[in-house]
């Protein structure tokens, strides 16, 4: 998101995802993007790994809504 220039605006929801994670406003703006939705409506999964496909969609999808 800080490459993008753009800042999240809102609070994620995920119960995993402490708002003092230092991952939290990147949590915030990929879903407020629309560049993912977490592993469920209320969590997100920060300790899990992703697959290649998976990163290659969440590029893609950050990439359109440049």
Known sequence: YRALGTAPTTVNGFTDVTADAFYADAVAWAVESGVT?????????????????????????????K
């Open 37 to 65: 939705n977490g592993t469920s409506a209320s969590t997100f999964s920060p300790n899990n790994g992703c697959t290649r496909a998976q990163i290659v969609t969440f590029l893609f999808r950050a990439y359109q809504g």
